[in-house]
């Protein structure tokens, strides 16, 4: 029974070692693709970001419905690089990496600068959730994603009709 428990305790051991660099492994991966993902925003580079997507990717915007498919997250991604609207800064941090089977869920936080027609560098931080899909040859690819501000847009808004009121 000794020799059953050492056995157990050794195997417990060498798992969650093995885990835990698999887990920095696609972190690593992930942070990588990230740095992709940064430069083809302020490159506009709408076909680079969305090679990084699964065909059967599910988006969920700020203040916007759900998103699924990849030809209706490229609509969307056009409608918005037709409207005028630039990345000027464009930062991903990834805080979290939880694994299970072939998806790895991405905690992070965001820090952005966007610029408009008519409209001053409007600088938003926030926090985003990416669901990536490991794929058979290894690469990931982004399966589920949702992000959302630290902003509350309705104080600011309050806060500027004092202001406006004084």
């Given amino acids: 029974m000794k020799k059953f428990s050492g056995i157990l305790i050794v195997t417990l051991v060498f798992s969650t070692i093995l885990l835990a660099q698999d887990v920095e492994a696609?972190?690593?991966k992930i942070e990588k693709m990230n740095k992709m993902?940064?430069?083809?925003?302020?490159?506009?580079?709408?076909?680079?970001?969305?090679?990084m997507y699964a065909d059967d990717i599910i988006s969920m915007p700020s203040y916007q419905?759900?998103?699924?498919?990849?030809?209706?997250?490229?609509e969307l991604s056009?409608?918005?690089m037709?409207?005028?609207?630039?990345?000027?800064?464009?930062v991903l941090t990834t805080t979290d990496v939880l694994m299970g089977g072939n998806?790895?869920?991405?905690?992070g936080n965001y820090d952005m600068v966007m610029s408009g027609?008519?409209?001053?560098e409007w600088k938003d931080n926030g926090k985003y959730l990416t669901v990536w899909e490991i794929q058979k040859d290894g690469s990931l690819k982004v399966k589920a994603e949702t992000w959302n501000t630290d902003h509350n847009p309705?104080?600011?808004?309050?806060?500027?009709?004092k202001e406006e009121k004084k």
Avoid: C, H
């Fill in 82 to 90: 037709k409207s005028g609207w630039k990345t000027n800064k464009f």
């Fill in 78 to 80: 056009e409608a918005q």
């Fill in 37 to 51: 993902y940064e430069k083809a925003m302020l490159d506009n580079d709408m076909e680079k970001m969305l090679s």
């Fill in 26 to 28: 696609v972190k690593a």
């Fill in 117 to 120: 027609p008519q409209m001053p």
């Fill in 103 to 107: 998806l790895a869920i991405e905690v």
């Fill in 154 to 161: 309705w104080q600011e808004m309050q806060q500027m009709n």
């Fill in 65 to 74: 419905p759900t998103v699924k498919g990849i030809e209706k997250v490229r």
